[in-house]
Each structure stands twice: as C-alpha cells, then as structure tokens.
C-alpha cells in the first residue's frame, strides 16, 4: 500500500501563488508516476501535472508555463509550484500515485481558493 499526505492548499488572490507538496510512504518501490489532478464543482477530475520516476513531466495546457512540477525521488515527495493563479482553478486537488502494477492511489484532496 501507499499512502499519501498532501499539504500545501489555501486561499489566494488572484495572480497570486501557491505550493502544494504530496509525501509518499509505504510501498513506494512500486511507484511510476506521481500527480496532480483537480475538481471543481460539477466538473470532471482533470489532470494538471505529472512527472514520472525518470522525470518527465506533463502538464495541462492550460497550466503550462505557470505551474511546475517536481519531484524529489529521495523523499518520495513531489511539489506543484503555481503561480499566477485564477479564480476559475479554484478547487480540491488531489495528488495522485501511478504504480508500476495495481491500482492507483489518491490523496484526500487540499482546496484551493483563488479570490478575485
């Protein structure tokens, strides 16, 4: 198993920036890919970025040149630095594990609240 502890989520105003970090432990061998994914109300879970074990990353297009993703394998523990944040990327991110084989796993989400 793995489990996940994120942090990092709050309230902001817009064109603001915000840091969100996700911590692995327990099975951590196991894992490919490490993300971030978001929901907003009545919407659809999105992805907004991944970086792989190697280190390449992808990123939503609508994020890209404003967020960053990195990932420190040692840790296991990956950072989503954003800036220039909007009021409509208010939502609940959630950081996501990608294994090798199984299942994923998914933290339990950190809101974020972007004020225009």
């Known amino acids: 198993q793995v489990q996940l502890v994120e942090s990092g989520g709050g309230l902001v105003q817009a064109g603001g920036s915000l840091r969100l970090s996700c911590a692995a432990s327990g099975s951590t061998f196991s894992i490919n890919a490490m993300g971030w994914y978001r929901q907003a109300p009545g919407k659809q879970r999105e992805l907004v970025a991944a970086v792989t074990s190697g280190g390449s990353t992808n990123y939503a297009d609508s994020v890209k040149g404003r967020f960053t993703i990195s990932r420190d394998n040692a840790k296991n523990t990956i950072y989503l630095q954003m800036n220039s944040l909007k009021p409509e990327e208010k939502a609940v991110y959630y950081c996501?594990?990608?294994?090798?084989?199984?299942?994923?796993?998914w933290g339990q989400g950190t809101q974020v609240t972007v004020s225009s």
């Open positions: 996501n594990v990608n294994r090798w084989v199984g299942y994923d796993y």
